[in-house]
């Protein structure tokens, strides 16, 4: 006799895949563009692997924190016995003095002798991040501005003279008192670094000097309309 074996049928169970902190939240973004006199003159659909990105908190301070030790200097320092000027003579001999006994007046135990343990110079505080990092925290503090209502971008930031009252005169259309805004602009012109460095809390930057610590530093963001394909391509 034949046994007839019958095969039962797997269900296949589909899973969604998962999304990672860089996908895309929405397809379509468009913003305003507006002038010095803060007047609309056009639109601008923003990139969305920029400016839609899922905020990601723990990687934005990894990278903030990693930026500001990188900045860390050095300048305390501690001389050791072997730095400390002076203390070639033996203080007094070996034996039969009723004494301690020393070979160096420049001993960490003396007054005026080297330090044990001390603050070093030569001490290495930079942390190190890899480009995709960076690339991920700067693109998810720039979608979390955006989605904020902190990002404004403008026509042009070159206002014809290097006059600092025409640049102040610009931030007072957003806020009454002066709040910290960080200016991209395309390139870094003389007039717009000469006319905007004297306003408190306002920090000019090129699109290639864009970076995660400079954007959740200060409040709002301004940034030029030229800049924002710019800094995909500098990141890059």
Not at 104 to 127: A, E, M, Q
Not at 174 to 198: D, Y
Request: charged share 30%; glycine share 8%.
């Amino acid at each position: 006799m034949k046994q007839t074996v019958e095969k039962k049928s797997k269900s296949v169970r589909t899973t969604k895949p998962k999304t990672s902190d860089r996908d895309v939240l929405s397809k379509e973004m468009k913003t305003d563009i507006i002038n010095k006199e803060n007047k609309k003159v056009g639109t601008l659909e923003l990139p969305a692997g920029v400016f839609s990105v899922k905020w990601n908190p723990e990687l934005v301070h990894q990278m903030v924190t990693a930026h500001l030790a990188n900045k860390r200097n050095t300048v305390a320092h501690a001389k050791t016995r072997g730095e400390v000027a002076g203390g070639g003579r033996k203080p007094w001999r070996q034996k039969h003095t009723g004494r301690a006994r020393h070979g160096s007046t420049r001993s960490p135990i003396w007054i005026g002798g080297g330090v044990t343990h001390g603050p070093r110079n030569d001490r290495d505080f930079s942390k190190k991040t890899n480009k995709k990092m960076r690339r991920a925290a700067l693109y998810s503090a720039l979608s979390k501005k955006f989605t904020d209502g902190q990002l404004i971008v403008v026509d042009t930031f070159n206002f014809g003279a290097p006059k600092t009252k025409e640049y102040a005169a610009f931030f007072k259309y957003f806020f009454k008192k002066q709040a910290s805004a960080l200016v991209v602009v395309e390139k870094e012109t003389k007039n717009t670094f000469l006319g905007a460095r004297n306003i408190p809390g306002v920090l000019v930057v090129a699109t290639p000097a864009v970076n995660t610590y400079d954007c959740m530093a200060h409040k709002f963001i301004f940034i030029e309309k030229d800049a924002v394909a710019g800094i995909k391509k500098a990141d890059e």
